[in-house]
């Protein structure tokens, strides 16, 4: 029987999409680092027999090419890369190793293996700052080295999907949060919130506003839309339609965690260069796919408080 | 006196730039791994003092951070890359060394070293199909190994520029001919002709059309972009707003240095995987900044038929 590699599978979304892949009944592969994944996060799936976890390093080529050769894959979610933005600024290879040469490295192993079929997480801020909410056909702007490897990734699976015949999923995520998470706003607030009694630190100004979106119902998406978008190509923005500023988010924690802290604000437009302070969803594309999320984006980051 | 780095500076479109900033009173130094470019092609230039031509392997991070350390530069013009869509297509990983992390390796340098200005010779196949003419702002779609290459410099040039402040000039090169040429479709017509006395062979069915220019043009518009474009990021499409068809070039070809061959056509839209057939330059943001081509795209490749 065929097995779905996940890449990246005991990180904070990779975790919850091999659990939804094991609901619908797919025999899984997980291959992961342990970067910022751990086997804690696959727990429940370890006791499923259809569900293996292996250690690998993506970019040991020989390795990961072994894994194909031994393995029948039908499908890669390749989601393993750096995910936090800021620690990329302070090492400037770390996304061109853990995000784009990943990918390529994934991508090569397709190809000589014959698995055509690949979704790629990707992030909106491919885009950089746009005065529009984000379309899927707007140009892009990369103003991070994160941002910059994402968008190296995605030129080169839509190199290799032209060229190789490799179906491939591209899906922009708004900003996720839920249980498992590793980095981000609410996992940094909670941790802040723990470490200081007096004091809730934010960086910025605290008007800086995204989308964010509960990473059960973002895995949903995901699932849906390669279920349902049957291009050679598919390309995806997911988010809620509307976005939560950060001073709300700092309050809801507040309410949800807190113990009277005093929200003090750093300053200044974003927490640090090459963020994108701001921006917004436009979700046409996807609903007319037929997915809409469950969940609003205040909804969202409140779920996840209750659940972290 | 600070000097000018031209990277693949003894290649086609690289020793002509040379050329020209020498002529402007530059120092310069070309860095070529002779790949593709020749020492030959600057042998003007080397009886210049104020020039230096060096073989070095942009690969070679090492080597590379010696000479930036060495050299007062304060501009690097990055037009190393693979030239040559068709042989990228069989080897998958040339592209992504000698194209992009030639441009990942020059950044890291320019980063270390505090060298802020950067131009960066790109292509409109990073757009891929499109049924308009091109503009600066369309969504990207890279087709080949070459393109995504392309692409992905792109994105990590624009994430340097926003992280470091390192000014840059991304600009799109339409398809260029002329003089020291090492591949493309003159190149390919003129040797076929002088390799089979009755036909000449054409990839595709004649009907892909492109915008040429010619190669001295070509220069004189970059060295204006990079003298009047003043932002931090400035991307430019450069071509002109004619094209001119396969069918054309085959009996311009013909006409100039034939001897009476029958053109013969191998059929099917393009000339390999991955090559955009048909594409036009919408030039209005070049021509607003005040430039335009001295030659219409006919104009371009007679002329270079008669420097060849």
Same mark, same amino acid.
């Given at each position: 029987?065929?097995?779905?590699?996940?890449?990246?599978?005991?990180?904070?979304?990779?975790?919850?999409?091999?659990?939804?892949?094991?609901?619908?009944?797919?025999?899984?592969?997980?291959?992961?680092?342990? %970067?910022?994944? !751990?086997?804690? $996060? &696959?727990? =429940?799936?370890?006791? #499923?027999?259809?569900?293996?976890? /292996?250690?690998?390093?993506?970019?040991?080529?020989?390795?990961?090419?072994?894994?194909?050769?031994?393995?029948?894959?039908?499908?890669?979610?390749?989601?393993?890369?750096?995910?936090?933005?800021?620690?990329?600024?302070?090492?400037?290879?770390?996304?061109?190793?853990? %995000?784009?040469? !990943?990918?390529? $490295? &994934?991508? =090569?192993?397709?190809? #000589?293996?014959?698995?055509?079929? /690949?979704?790629?997480?990707?992030?909106?801020?491919?885009?950089?700052?746009?005065?529009?909410?984000?379309?899927?056909?707007?140009?892009?702007?990369?103003?991070?080295?994160?941002?910059?490897?994402?968008?190296?990734?995605?030129?080169?699976?839509?190199?290799?999907?032209?060229?190789?015949?490799?179906?491939?999923?591209?899906?922009?995520?708004?900003?996720?949060?839920?249980?498992?998470?590793?980095?981000?706003?609410?996992?940094?607030?909670?941790?802040?919130?723990?470490?200081?009694?007096?004091?809730?630190?934010?960086?910025?100004?605290?008007?800086?506003?995204?989308?964010?979106?509960?990473?059960?119902?973002?895995?949903?998406?995901?699932?849906?839309?390669?279920?349902?978008?049957?291009?050679?190509?598919?390309?995806?923005?997911?988010?809620?339609?509307?976005?939560?500023?950060?001073?709300?988010?700092?309050?809801?924690?507040?309410?949800?965690?807190?113990?009277?802290?005093?929200?003090?604000?750093?300053?200044?437009?974003?927490?640090?260069?090459?963020?994108?302070?701001?921006?917004?969803?436009?979700?046409?594309?996807?609903?007319?796919?037929?997915?809409?999320?469950?969940?609003?984006?205040?909804?969202?980051?409140?779920?996840?408080?209750?659940?972290?």
């Amino acid at each position: 029987m065929k097995k779905v590699l996940v890449t990246g599978g005991a990180g904070f979304i990779g975790s919850h999409l091999v659990d939804q892949l094991l609901d619908r009944g797919h025999r899984v592969i997980a291959v992961d680092d342990y %970067t910022l994944g !751990t086997p804690e $996060n &696959v727990k =429940e799936a370890l006791n #499923n027999e259809r569900f293996e976890l /292996i250690e690998l390093d993506l970019l040991d080529l020989d390795k990961l090419d072994q894994l194909f050769m031994r393995e029948n894959i039908e499908m890669v979610y390749h989601l393993a890369a750096n995910s936090d933005i800021r620690e990329g600024t302070r090492s400037t290879d770390r996304d061109l190793k853990l %995000t784009f040469m !990943t990918t390529y $490295n &994934v991508l =090569e192993c397709m190809r #000589n293996h014959q698995v055509n079929k /690949i979704f790629f997480a990707s992030s909106p801020v491919v885009f950089g700052r746009k005065d529009k909410p984000l379309t899927e056909d707007m140009s892009v702007h990369p103003e991070s080295l994160y941002a910059a490897s994402k968008q190296a990734a995605e030129s080169f699976i839509m190199a290799f999907c032209n060229l190789y015949n490799i179906q491939s999923w591209i899906v922009r995520f708004s900003n996720i949060v839920g249980e498992r998470a590793t980095h981000g706003i609410l996992f940094d607030f909670v941790n802040n919130l723990s470490n200081n009694p007096l004091e809730l630190e934010v960086l910025g100004d605290g008007r800086q506003c995204k989308p964010y979106m509960y990473v059960r119902d973002l895995v949903d998406g995901v699932l849906y839309i390669v279920d349902h978008a049957d291009e050679l190509l598919n390309v995806f923005n997911i988010g809620p339609k509307d976005a939560t500023l950060v001073a709300d988010i700092a309050q809801m924690v507040l309410d949800a965690k807190g113990d009277q802290q005093r929200i003090v604000y750093t300053g200044g437009e974003g927490g640090w260069k090459g963020d994108i302070p701001t921006y917004g969803h436009n979700a046409i594309k996807l609903k007319n796919l037929g997915w809409e999320p469950s969940y609003d984006s205040d909804e969202a980051v409140k779920i996840a408080l209750q659940r972290m």
